[in-house]
Structures are given as C-alpha cells and as structure tokens.
C-alpha cells in the first residue's frame, strides 16, 4: 500500500541548547514570524500565519557527536527561486556559514547548520516538467554545484 500522494510533513520540533540564540536564527535570519512563546521553555513560529512549522525545545546539553545517530537535516521548502535566492542574501548579511550548495535536477538547495548545529537545507522544487527523468520515465536526481552568484541575480 503507498502512502497518500498529498500527505506532507508538516512541522519539526527542535531541541536547542539556547532558546534566545535560536529565536534569533529562525526568526531574526530566516523571517519565521514567532506564533507562541512558552517563557524560557519553548517557542512556535511559523511562515504564512500558521500554526507552527518549527518547534523550539530549550533543553541545554550540547550537540551530538559527529557520526551519532538523529536528525540530519531539516528542510524548509520556499516557494520559488527568488524567495531561496533571498534566504541565501539574509544567510550572507548574518554571516552565516554555508556548508554547501547543490542542483539536484529536481531542486536546488542550500544547506548549513543552526546555531545549535542541526543541519538545515533551504530549496525550491523545479517545475515537475523540468525535472530529469530517465527514458523510462524514472526521476534522476542529480548533485551538481550550484552557482549562488547566478541565484542571486534573481534579486536584480
């Protein structure tokens, strides 16, 4: 049996050693507009006036270990080219590191880490009618470099 092709994931909860710190990445950097806050403990936010998309956990501790187990990545999905390529200018303006930055023929993405070092993928999905397929008709994903100066001239 599939699954329903509709079915999404909707949100992420996080936990984060410094709930201010990552207030100040997801909000202050990202744009997530802050939806409820739960005093020191926890905050919502969210793009578009919903409920909540990210979830914070203050939980002090320290990241894990590279090579444990746990959350790879959490991707946030943008609209369109020019609302990635305006992530990437705020990225730039914070002075955010980013750790890489690919075309994969269905989408581009930039990926980094939160201040809590969860890795984060930002990216836009092609139109389905450019996607690469092969002559049977299988999407073939790629990992290609994306040019991040040809991405910001969507801002021109």
Do not use: C
């Amino acid at each position: 049996m599939s699954i329903h092709p509709e079915t999404r994931i909707g949100h992420v909860h996080l936990k984060v050693a410094d709930l201010e710190r990552a207030i100040a990445f997801y909000h202050g950097v990202l744009g997530f507009e802050v939806t409820q806050r739960y005093g020191s403990q926890a905050a919502f936010l969210a793009a578009g006036g919903y409920h909540h998309h990210i979830g914070l956990k203050s939980a002090g501790g320290k990241p894990p270990a590279p090579g444990a187990t746990g959350l790879y990545h959490v991707a946030i999905l943008y609209p369109n080219r020019r609302e990635l390529a305006d992530a990437l200018r705020r990225l730039q303006r914070a002075h955010i590191a980013i750790e890489g930055a690919s075309d994969h023929g269905v989408s581009e993405a930039i990926y980094l880490r939160d201040p809590d070092r969860n890795g984060v993928e930002l990216y836009w999905d092609k139109p389905r009618d450019q996607w690469p397929r092969s002559p049977d008709g299988q999407i073939q994903m790629v990992t290609n470099a994306l040019d991040l100066q040809d991405l910001l001239a969507e801002l021109d």
